[in-house]
């Protein structure tokens, strides 16, 4: 056991955030008090840092593993139109803002969210408001709305300036930038 507290080595995993320096000296304490040699507490804190409890990267890893099998079971062949379905509700009824916080803490990944979004998706689109191709009649997103930019912005039509087909253009325009 080292002769003071400050002498234990802990340090984050490679890829991990900081920790806390008031929070790990809190923890040298309670190594220290408890009498724990230094390779005690390498390895106590490597196996810590190697669990989804230690490690925000590998908790939000293996939410996303679940969420995508829990979903798939539930939504079968409507997985993927679900989440993207979902993924429009999110983006224009709560903005890119939370959409960004979503990402970022890693709720996005959830079951709960996820089915909350769909709802909100299922009801813009009950209620007309959500962006769908005129084409097709499925759920558009902003990067099939510029791949439909650039299909359409090279057809005969287009190029002579037919009313419906430049309307069309600018519509695809605005759902990409919304």
Known sequence: MPAEADAYEIAAPEGAPELDASAVGQW???????????????????EFFGSPMGNPAMAGEAMQAHTVQLLRNE????????????????????????????????????????????RLGKDRREA???????????????????TRITELMQTPEYRRGDRATVDEVQRLFQLKHS
């Not at 040298?28 to 390779?39: A, C, E, Q, S």
């Not at 979902?86 to 990944?109: C, H, K, Y």
Request: net charge neutral.
């Open 28 to 46: 040298k304490g309670v190594f220290h008090r408890l009498g724990l040699t230094p390779d005690q507490v390498k390895g106590l804190t490597s």
């Open 75 to 118: 939504w079968g062949g409507s997985y993927d139109h679900n989440l993207k379905m979902a993924s429009v509700g999110a983006r224009t009824v709560l903005g890119p803002e939370f959409v960004a916080l979503m990402e970022q803490t890693g709720f996005g990944n959830h079951p709960v969210i996820l089915k909350a979004c769909l």
């Open 128 to 146: 007309g408001m959500m962006p769908t191709d005129a084409k097709t009649g499925g759920i558009l997103g902003p990067e099939d709305a510029q």
